[in-house]
């Protein structure tokens, strides 16, 4: 059993940044791969960002292309989404989740391949 614990969230005017973080109970939390996913009030969860084990492969969806940028810090069991140029429709709860052990070098991006999940950080952006 993974736990998951996210922080960061919180409220913030348009064009601002933050950066959630989300910490990891596992200390072989390097050999997994890790994504930040989202939903907004009455809409799906969405794939935002992914990171492989070793950090060499990261996607993410195209809408936060160029503006939200995940890392991971193996020594700390932790990954981050920073998050900058935030928008009004960027406003969700913010989901953590890894896959367990993942020998793939890529990063899965559907909701289907993520065994555990955090409980979610509230962003809102303000126009």
């Known amino acids: 059993q993974v736990q998951l614990v996210e922080s960061g969230g919180g409220l913030v005017q348009a064009g601002g940044s933050l950066r959630l973080s989300c910490a990891a109970s596992k200390r072989l939390f390097s050999m997994y791969a890790m994504g930040w996913f989202r939903q907004a009030p009455g809409k799906e969860r969405e794939f935002v960002a992914s990171?492989?084990?070793?950090?060499?492969?990261?996607y993410s969806e195209d809408s936060v292309k160029g503006r939200f940028t995940i890392s991971r810090d193996d020594a700390k069991n932790t990954v981050y989404l920073q998050m900058n140029s935030l928008r009004p429709e960027d406003t969700a709860v913010y989901y953590c989740a890894t896959t367990g052990p993942y020998e793939s070098a890529v990063p899965p991006t559907w909701k289907s391949e993520y065994q555990y999940w955090g409980q979610g950080t509230q962003v809102t952006v303000t126009s």
């Open positions: 990171i492989s084990w070793s950090g060499g492969s990261r």
